[in-house]
């Protein structure tokens, strides 16, 4: 660990950490060529970046399916996108911190008859004190990472077999908190004091590092893979906290955060525009290409969490 830690230092640079700082005062690329009739597949749509995300792509045409926790919140998105935009808007219920419901949900999309021109991984908790889930797993870890890989995973031959097919996991410049790397020898924070910024900043990187092999996995196939920090925007995340920390975000953070609507309009481009049609493995501040923190570029440990990841889920990866 110290040995990639001193890599890591040698690697950082501060011009990467302006260009950073510039780019969040940036505003998203604006893409209106339309996605009638395509099928995108957003996670957590019921609620702030997924929401405005779900109603931008049924405003351009497109059909939904969104992967939601809360049922009576799925069908009243429903309702509204099918009224408001005459689009197909289904829903499927899963607890993306369960690795049940997350193998359920993602085998049920590798069934579906229509193909998916779109998969948005949105989803995402943020936690002040460490939790663990019903498989024994820590949540953030489990939410934004295992999650959007296992839906990855079990999609990929479903999405190679489509071809021209896009994945966007919305990510974040908060992989930057992980600065000294993954610890791959405690994934579970359960040998250090857990930290919400580290812990989140883990995932996020955990998400990058697997962004890495993805990409090499959809090479020839016509499918790209894209992860995107969705800006500083205004989100109901961190609401499983106590009252406390809900009470400084609500009258301190939020009233700095602009709309989620920024980030709606960057993911469209990022999931339509033709410019990107052969662009994959990158990371994005909104619509502006970045170079994530070495620690997220890190081939080695990618494949090492790779192998790991495989272990945790129980997932076979066929050989030829």
Not at 98 to 122: G, K, M, Y
Not at 188 to 202: A, Q
Request: hydrophobic fraction near 40%.
């Amino acid at each position: 660990m110290r040995k990639k830690t001193v890599q890591y230092i040698r690697e950082y640079r501060w011009s990467n950490v302006f260009a950073m700082i510039r780019n969040n005062l940036r505003d998203p690329k604006i893409c209106t060529d339309t996605f009638k009739g395509k099928l995108v597949v957003i996670t957590g749509a019921t609620s702030g970046i997924g929401y405005f995300t779900a109603r931008k792509y049924a405003s351009m045409g497109a059909n939904l399916l969104c992967i939601n926790r809360n049922l009576q919140k799925s069908e009243n998105l429903r309702q509204e996108i099918e009224g408001e935009f005459g689009v197909k808007c289904d829903y499927k219920i899963a607890d993306l911190s369960s690795l049940q419901d997350i193998f359920r949900v993602s085998n049920e999309l590798a069934q579906l008859e229509l193909p998916i021109d779109l998969l948005i991984h949105n989803a995402g908790v943020y936690l002040t004190k460490r939790e663990l889930t019903i498989d024994g797993l820590e949540k953030v870890f489990a939410v934004h990472y295992l999650s959007s890989f296992i839906m990855n995973f079990l999609l990929m031959d479903k999405l190679k077999t489509k071809g021209n097919a896009r994945i966007i996991m919305v990510g974040s410049e908060g992989h930057r908190f992980a600065a000294w790397g993954l610890r791959l020898d405690d994934l579970n924070w359960e040998n250090r004091k857990y930290s919400g910024l580290k812990s989140y900043g883990s995932a996020k990187t955990a998400q990058l590092l697997s962004m890495i092999v993805f990409n090499e996995r959809f090479k020839n196939t016509g499918v790209a893979i894209n992860t995107m920090h969705p800006g500083a925007v205004k989100t109901e995340t961190g609401q499983e906290n106590g009252p406390l920390y809900r009470w400084f975000k609500r009258n301190f953070f939020d009233k700095t955060l602009k709309s989620p609507e920024i980030s709606a309009e960057a993911l469209y481009y990022l999931g339509v525009s033709k410019e990107l049609e052969h662009v994959s493995g990158k990371f994005y501040n909104l619509t502006t290409q970045e170079e994530p923190a070495p620690p997220a570029l890190d081939r080695e440990v990618a494949y090492e969490l790779w192998e790991q990841t495989l272990k945790i889920t129980g997932l076979k990866e066929e050989h030829s």
